[in-house]
Nanobody, 121 residues
Framework: QVQLAESGGGLLQPGGSLRLSCAIS????????MGWFRQAPGKQRSLVAS???????NYADFVKGRFTISRDNGTNTMYLQMNSLKSKDTAVYSC???????????????WGQGTQVTVSS
């Protein structure tokens, strides 16, 4: 069973910073990659950043140098530090993991409920 819960969204001005958190509960499951996605009104959901079980990170071009993905294995929490925020970063941000039951070979995507980030002056 895998459950995700995001927190940390909010309203802030351009140039500000925000840290999103994703609490991950994964009993009897393995996770191979974690990530943050976002969806702005009228647009498709897109990958923001991801981190593998080995710590390899990947970022969308539009956030490189501004956002940092990290994880704390001790607390099973994933973070997205967002700096130099722009109005175009306004979206619902959702965390995602690819996981499988310990005795299964089938990897499945799991999603949190999403958290709203609004950047506006």
């Amino acid at each position: 069973q895998v459950q995700l819960a995001e927190s940390g969204g909010g309203l802030l001005q351009p140039g500000g910073s925000l840290r999103l958190s994703c609490a991950i509960s994964a009993s009897n499951a393995s996770i191979r990659v974690m990530g943050w996605f976002r969806q702005a009104p009228g647009k498709q959901r897109s990958l923001v950043a991801s981190i593998t079980s080995r710590g390899t990170t990947n970022y969308a071009d539009f956030v490189k140098g501004r956002f940092t993905i990290s994880r704390d294995n001790g607390t099973n929490t994933m973070y997205l530090q967002m700096n130099s925020l722009k109005s175009k970063d306004t979206a619902v941000y959702s965390c995602n993991v690819e996981a499988k039951a310990i005795r299964s070979s089938i990897w499945m995507p799991y999603w949190g409920q999403g958290t709203q980030v609004t950047v506006s002056s």
